[in-house]
C-alpha cells in the first residue's frame, strides 16, 4: 500500500481503500476512521505487533506493519 510517510495511518489506509480497522468487541461489527483526533476507540489497529494504537493519530512511516484488530488486542 501507499501513503505519504508522516501522514496519518488511518488516512493511509481510507486512501488504499480500506474502511475496516477494527471489530467491535462485543457484537463484532466492522469499525472505521471516525472522530479523527484520537478521543473515540474505533480507529484501534494492531501496529507491529501492538495492540490498540490510534491510527488516526500516529504516523505513517515506510515498513510498518498494520492489521485488523479483533477483540481488545492481545499483546505478543
Do not use: W, Y
Not at 38 to 61: F, K, W
Request: with cysteine; net charge neutral.
Amino acid at each position: 500500500m501507499e501513503g505519504a510517510e508522516g501522514e496519518p495511518i488511518a488516512a493511509a489506509l481510507v486512501a488504499n481503500g480500506i474502511s475496516t480497522f477494527r471489530e467491535s468487541v462485543d457484537l463484532h461489527r466492522p469499525r472505521g476512521f471516525f472522530c479523527a483526533i484520537g478521543n473515540c476507540s474505533s480507529c484501534l489497529m494492531v501496529v507491529d505487533d501492538v495492540p490498540n494504537v490510534r491510527t488516526c493519530i500516529v504516523p505513517l512511516h515506510q515498513g510498518m506493519r498494520v492489521q485488523v484488530q479483533r477483540d481488545k488486542g492481545v499483546l505478543k
